[in-house]
């Protein structure tokens, strides 16, 4: 007889009495019937496209879009079977103390990092990465609305022409920024920022102090590139940084699913903006 017909002659219950069953495993092993096979290829190319960084819930959004839906707990196994560790199993960047920009100047995001409007408020951070057993830096921009990478630099220096390059990197018309909003480093007090802000009319707001959270998004962001980027490359010259950087930036814009965009790319979450609009 039939599966089908089974399930037609006897309940679900009293298959599971005799087989001592919970019904919950029943269920769970019905919708589970991709085979291993189809479903291992599919987490493998998943994987190594994505940079070796997704866990199982971005892996099973991503098998959703395939048309494949999965459980975290198989794909846990199926990933475990094959070897595949996420990126984000090894130990997380712990930053290291610098000292504070002592300005008196507000905090005007005042932790407002859901925005409606493209480019309305950037946010920006540094951080360091070893190029040659020397320490460089990289200087990124994040726009709010949609968690996008507008902006990089990468140097020698932490210092203010690093943000400088920063600000001229980001294509289009940077009078379209209202707010540009940092921790209190120095490398953004110095002089020649100041003149950037002012030449293009870009507010200006700074995290209050002893606060990391008020710039969450930029922490998060480096977080995020510490982990996926920084932390799997050996990097034998700046131009190789530079080059890895760009490539990177262009993935997490592009492809890259954010949680926090629902699953979608920050352009992807651009493009479904715009159509909302229209």
């Not at 960047?93 to 504070?100: I, L, M, V």
């Amino acid at each position: 007889m039939s599966s089908n017909g089974t399930k037609k002659k006897y309940s679900v219950s009293a298959m599971c009495g005799v087989l001592e069953l919970s019904r919950s495993t029943y269920y769970y092993e019905a919708k589970e019937q991709t085979s291993d096979d189809d479903v291992t290829n599919a987490i493998l190319d998943i994987f190594d496209k994505n940079r070796k960084a997704y866990g199982t819930r971005k892996i099973k959004v991503e098998l959703k879009k395939r048309g494949l839906t999965v459980s975290r707990r198989r794909i846990g196994r199926i990933m475990k079977e094959q070897g595949l560790v996420s990126s984000y199993t090894v130990a997380q960047y712990k930053p290291q103390k610098t000292s504070c920009n002592e300005s008196d100047q507000a905090n005007e995001l005042n932790q407002e990092f859901l925005q409606e409007k493209e480019k309305k408020v950037v946010v920006s951070d540094l951080t360091y990465v070893k190029v040659k057993n020397k320490w460089h830096y990289i200087c990124v921009f994040v726009d709010l609305f949609n968690r996008e990478i507008i902006g990089f630099s990468t140097g020698p220096n932490k210092d203010a022409k690093l943000v400088a390059r920063a600000f001229a990197s980001i294509k289009g018309n940077l009078r379209d920024i209202q707010l540009f909003h940092t921790d209190r480093g120095n490398e953004c007090k110095k002089k020649l920022i100041d003149e950037t802000l002012t030449i293009f009319e870009i507010g200006r707001s700074l995290s209050m102090k002893g606060c990391p959270y008020d710039n969450a998004v930029a922490e998060a962001t480096f977080k995020i590139i510490k982990t996926e980027f920084a932390n799997q490359t050996t990097f034998a010259s700046l131009a190789q940084l530079t080059l890895e950087f760009g490539d990177y930036v262009n993935w997490f814009n592009k492809l890259r699913i954010h949680g926090t965009l629902g699953y979608v790319s920050p352009l992807e979450f651009k493009k479904l903006s715009l159509k909302k609009v229209v």
